[in-house]
């Protein structure tokens, strides 16, 4: 069976960006939550400024930052390939682009069964 496939990655419009903010606020972390304020935004923060809950799964890094995103939306998508990139337009209220005139979005693709099957032999759904 072949290595499992990211789960989370990042265009290199993304990478630019989290390269920026890194220079500005140093460490970063990301959190997708498909919560009420910010819709289903990804959103950056200093590393350790969001407190990761006890239900929240670590997808993998993007530019060196983890990413995390909320158990049930990990119930929702674990099927799909997040693809993190940037467009232009507000970032969410709470996010580190936001003011940037750019905005973190997420895309997606759905997993192979092969790839399924290699992401549930390393047991990472």
């Known amino acids: 069976m072949s290595d499992p496939p990211l789960q989370v990655m990042a265009t290199l419009s993304a ?8 220079a500005r606020h140093g460490a970063l972390m990301f959190h997708q939550s498909g919560g009420c ?6 959103m ?3 590393q350790g400024e ?14 060196d930052a983890p990413f995390y995103i909320s158990g ?10 997040l693809i993190i990139d940037v467009v ?8 580190l ?7 973190f979005l997420v895309r997606s693709r759905l997993f192979s069964d092969d790839e399924f099957a ?3 032999a390393a047991g990472r759904v």
């Open 15 to 22: 990478l630019q960006l989290i390269d920026k903010l890194r």
């Open 118 to 120: 290699a992401l549930a």
């Open 72 to 81: 049930p939306q990990f119930e929702y998508w674990k099927h799909t390939q």
């Open 50 to 63: 969001f407190i990761v809950g006890d239900n929240d799964v670590c997808l993998g890094e993007i530019g």
């Open 44 to 46: 950056c923060f200093p």
């Open 88 to 95: 232009e337009g507000r970032g969410g209220m709470f996010s």
């Open 97 to 103: 682009e936001n003011g940037e005139g750019v905005r």
């Open 37 to 42: 304020c910010d819709g289903s935004s990804p």
